[in-house]
């Protein structure tokens, strides 16, 4: 079974500090990985993509990958409530673009 | 004007009803997709096209059956709608052969059957 697993959360953080999003994946030939933002009643939409072992920034946002340990994290720098959110990861399934959903952690930015 | 569109955006029916439900791109992408989303479920990938004769089922096919008319439209039936089909469902797209596998989605129909 792959699988891709999130802490469902939620997670709560200070407005202005760094907030820290993990998602582990069960497929080692996976060789995409997506980060969606979903606020609530609206649809997904694209933070980061990252498709290399080490670190990608874009912003505020920062997405780690590990291929060895099979893990993928995204960092928010300067937490706003703006960013208060659902955030789903998905890893892509084999070659076949499709893509295995985790079922997402709730970030919460505390003013 | 949305990338991806659906329609309709609310649709409340009653059980035994037969419902379709549509989604139109205007991104010129080659595969199309239907998700149901349902709370602390996440994503779950009911069927996708990789083109106007591929068609394949996902995850979750059981009661429904799709239609891709044409390259920028595919459609979601439900033959005889039942309550557990209240969800949250979204068309999505993804680019053409050979390129990203990121996935671009419409602003979801939400689906009440009583």
């Known amino acids: 079974q792959k699988e891709v697993e999130q802490n469902s959360g939620p997670l709560s953080v200070p407005e202005g500090a760094i907030a820290s999003l993990n998602c582990t994946y069960s497929d080692r030939v996976s060789q995409s990985f997506f980060w969606y933002r979903q606020y609530s009643g609206k649809s997904p939409e694209l933070i980061m993509s990252i498709y290399s072992n080490g670190d990608k920034e874009d912003g505020r946002f920062t997405a780690q990958l590990n291929k060895a340990s099979q893990y993928v994290s995204l960092l928010i720098r300067d937490s706003q409530p703006s960013d208060s959110a659902t955030y789903l990861c998905?890893?892509?399934?084999?070659?076949?673009?499709?893509?295995?959903w985790g079922a997402g952690t709730k970030l919460i930015i505390k003013p | 004007d949305a990338d991806v569109t659906q329609t309709p955006r609310n649709r409340i029916t009653k059980t035994g009803k037969r419902i379709m439900l549509e989604c139109s791109q205007t991104?010129?992408?080659?595969?199309m997709y239907w998700y149901r989303q349902d709370p602390g479920l996440g994503l779950r990938l009911i069927y996708y096209?990789?083109?106007?004769?591929?068609?394949n089922k996902g995850e979750i096919s059981d009661g429904y059956s799709v239609s891709r008319q044409a390259q920028a439209k595919f459609s979601l039936s439900l033959e005889s709608a039942i309550p557990n089909q209240t969800a949250l469902y979204f068309c999505a797209t993804s680019g053409v052969a050979g390129t990203t596998d990121t996935q671009y989605f419409g602003p979801g129909t939400r689906l009440t059957v009583l």
């Open positions: 096209s990789f083109d106007v004769k591929d068609i």
């Open positions: 998905a890893v892509n399934l084999d070659s076949n673009y499709q893509l295995i």
């Open positions: 991104k010129g992408h080659d595969r």
